[in-house]
């Protein structure tokens, strides 16, 4: 036999799985609201355009931030290092921020968020979180995610969200 034969007949396997339909679709994860955050921000710094686009740091200086399991301050620590895709028509914004709470017990959990903008103007995010408390421990676990809009130059707010297990 040919080749190019065994060629033709190992992907004509290959397209046959993997073009059916999955035999059953997974449980489908649920999500929490974890809290909303509001983020008040100092003056931009433009960066400029380097090999990543348009580099843009924006300091945070304060905030609060509330839901059913926490509820605290925004230190005024940490900020945003996102960059603007320049190099398409519609490039997106990409979110790159820092923030550090405390708690209204005491704790202090860092966040580390990253994501895009999307065409209805908000930006979706991707949350991961750190904390050395007892109490909060659970969230160095969770995977988050947030929807970010900016409300002015210098305010922002960012509802977020956790992925439960499927049910
Ligand atoms: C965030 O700001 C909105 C609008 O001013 C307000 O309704 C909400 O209570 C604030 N939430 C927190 C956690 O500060
Ligand atoms: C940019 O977005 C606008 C509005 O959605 C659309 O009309 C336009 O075609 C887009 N341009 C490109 C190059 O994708």
New binding site residues.
Partial sequence: MKLTSIFTILTAAVLSTAAGPPAKTPKIPGISYL????ITAGETYPVGNGPHGLRLVVPITG????GPKL?GTVMPVGGEWGTLDTGHANGSFYPDVRQTFKTDDGAYIQIFESGASQTDGSAHVSLKFDTGSEKYYWLNRAVGFGILNRLTDTSL?IDAFIVNPPA
């Fill in positions: 809290y909303t955050v509001n905030g609060t931030f509330a509820r707010t």
